[in-house]
């Protein structure tokens, strides 16, 4: 008998993961156009994210890959953190659907028809001459494999019904609702799926295994549960990332502990019971076990956690560490709301070009410290320090377009075109540090060395080029005139440099004191930092002009005070 229920609930549930899969691939190709524009259409306003969170969770029928696409989004820099945190509001109510779909399983036997829908569902997936008709076929496909998978469920908890050793165990959860809690929190971090926990409570409430005040601390353990897949997503990410998941733990752990004194007192269960019409029995207790859900996902998200989502967003910021060598993806000073202020967003537009061009000095770094010696950690951040430094480059890139949309004096239409083109000459840094960075893996894996004097060579231009990228940050952080105009000399150094060390080593290579490959390696790194000093000039240069654009208008502003 032990056999027959142990594959009973394995085949089963296997089912209905099968299903489920099935049923949310469909609904996603149906939405899938609109699937990532309506994530990213979430503004300022929490109660559309809310609003979308909830309809993309319902439409999928995963609130754990809601939250997991937020915390990419995030990581991306396409979303901020409280605009991510209104998303997993709207996941946590849109889960719920799927208990109320379960429901229907007792009152008109579904799985009467569940067959005849995996036969009608195939037979259109295969033979649909549409698109859409072979996305119906595979809707009903994953809907019969469901509750046919809900179906052996039931079966394999029947005999279960006559276990003292259950009956038992049940009885002790009842007594102490935090094993009750616990119990909920570790199934549904096994199964990764709190809808799997609650049809697997469902089910043992309908098979009369269960009474529905034990069943209610299991499902708040499950919204604990819930919050590992989200956690695990987000390990080895961003920063914001990792305060996405965070405050989904958060959200969740904190109305659980709430939740429990009314769950405790008996509270809760005799307001569920008072919604639903009816004595409470086998025949319905499916429908309270969905509304007990319901209502707290829906309470714990729109009453409580929605107007304190400042809150919420600070207390994740607080918890959640910077790791070191993690960059922060996204802009960090382009707010949307000054640009009803041109001169004030165009400062906030200089203060990410700054920042922007700080990590692409910081990718450089580690691009030749890793070619000088193959450190897989540098490796790693020079590709990702990369990643951000284009994500900046397009951020700040549409927040300059905007701001020249406004009315705007001709100070400020002057400075955006010299700041759009600093913003492109810092990418392309960016993308010869990537360059060097390949260089640097080449180096290694072909076992390529380098004589004393082409290293010390390596070393020469590298410390030149480094300067000069650090004389561009003076003369854009302390509008360092003095810093500008040694860049534009250093890289008259950098020209003459490269044609002598280009000589030295075609004379190396003649003398034989070189290898060829290792020759062209050295090559290809002088002229990448050669091209990486001509874009620093050409920052430079547009640092002098703003600086003379300033002294320009103070000039000219002390002159109509004095007159």
């Known amino acids: ?149 809900l179906g052996f469920i039931k079966e ?94 958060l959200l969740n752990i904190l109305g659980v502990c709430y939740m429990m004194v009314p769950v405790a007192t008996g509270w809760y269960a005799r307001l569920i019971e008072a919604l639903i019409p009816g004595a409470l029995g086998p025949e319905n207790i499916m429908f309270h076990i969905a509304l007990a859900h319901s209502v707290f996902n829906i309470f714990n998200s729109l009453v409580v956690f929605l107007p304190l989502i400042r809150v919420l967003e600070k207390l994740a910021v607080k918890l959640t560490r910077v790791r070191k060598g993690v960059i922060e993806m996204g802009p960090r000073y382009l707010e949307k709301n000054l640009l009803a202020t041109p001169t004030l967003a165009l400062q906030q537009a200089i203060k990410e070009l ?68 600093s913003v492109n000459d810092i990418e392309r840094i960016g993308d010869h540090a990537e360059n060097i960075r390949e260089l640097a893996l080449r180096k290694d894996e072909q076992k390529l060395t380098l004589s004393d004097q082409a290293w010390a060579e390596v070393d020469e231009i590298s410390a030149l080029t480094l300067g000069m990228a650090e004389n561009v940050l003076n003369a854009l952080e302390k509008q360092d005139s003095a810093a500008a105009s040694l860049v534009l000399e250093q890289e008259k150094e950098l020209n003459r440099l490269q044609v002598v060390l280009k000589e030295n080593h075609v004379q190396r290579l003649n003398n034989r004191e070189c290898h060829l490959l290792s020759g062209l390696v050295f090559i290809d790194l002088v002229d990448n930092l050669e091209r990486i000093g001509d874009h620093l000039t050409n920052i430079a240069e547009g640092a002098l002009r703003r600086l003379r654009w300033d002294r320009e208008i103070e000039i000219a502003e002390t002159g109509e005070k004095q007159a």
């Open 156 to 249: 394999a908890f029947g005999p279960l019904k006559e276990s003292d050793f259950l009956r038992n165990a049940l009885a002790t959860f009842g007594s102490y609702p935090l094993l009750g809690v616990l119990l909920g929190m570790l199934v549904t971090i096994i199964l990764q799926s709190s809808s799997a926990t609650i049809a697997l409570l469902q089910l043992m409430a309908f098979s009369g295994l269960i009474d529905f005040a034990t069943a209610l601390p299991i499902i708040l353990g499950e919204n604990i549960g819930t919050t590992i897949t989200a956690e695990v997503s987000a390990l080895g990410s961003g920063i914001n990332a990792r305060r996405t998941a965070r405050s989904h733990a």
């Open 354 to 421: 700054i920042r922007m061009a700080r990590i692409a000095q910081s990718a450089l770094s580690n691009a030749l410290s890793s070619f000088r010696r193959c450190d897989p950690e540098l490796i790693q951040a020079v590709g990702r320090q990369e990643e951000a430094v284009d994500l900046l480059q397009k951020e700040i890139t549409q927040y300059l377009v905007e701001i020249s949309e406004r009315e705007i004096g001709a100070s400020e239409a002057e400075r955006i075109p010299v700041l759009l083109h």
């Open 1 to 149: 008998m032990v056999k027959e229920i142990i594959f009973g609930l394995v085949g089963g549930l296997g089912l209905f993961f099968v299903g489920m899969k099935t049923m949310s691939d469909a609904l996603r190709k149906v939405a899938s156009q609109s699937f990532k524009k309506r994530l990213e259409a979430v503004t300022s306003r929490p109660i559309l994210g809310v609003l979308i969170g909830t309809l993309v969770t319902a439409l999928i029928q995963s609130s754990s890959a809601t939250t997991v696409l937020a915390v990419g989004f995030v990581n991306a820099g396409l979303m901020t953190l409280r605009q991510a945190i209104s998303i997993i509001l709207g996941a946590n109510i849109g889960t719920t659907l799927t208990a109320w779909l379960i429901s229907f399983f007792a009152v008109f036997k579904i799985t009467s028809y569940a067959l005849p829908a995996i036969g009608i569902g195939y037979f259109l997936q295969l033979l649909g001459r549409t698109q859409k008709v072979q996305r119906w076929g595979q809707l009903l496909l994953g809907f019969g494999l469901l509750f046919v998978g």
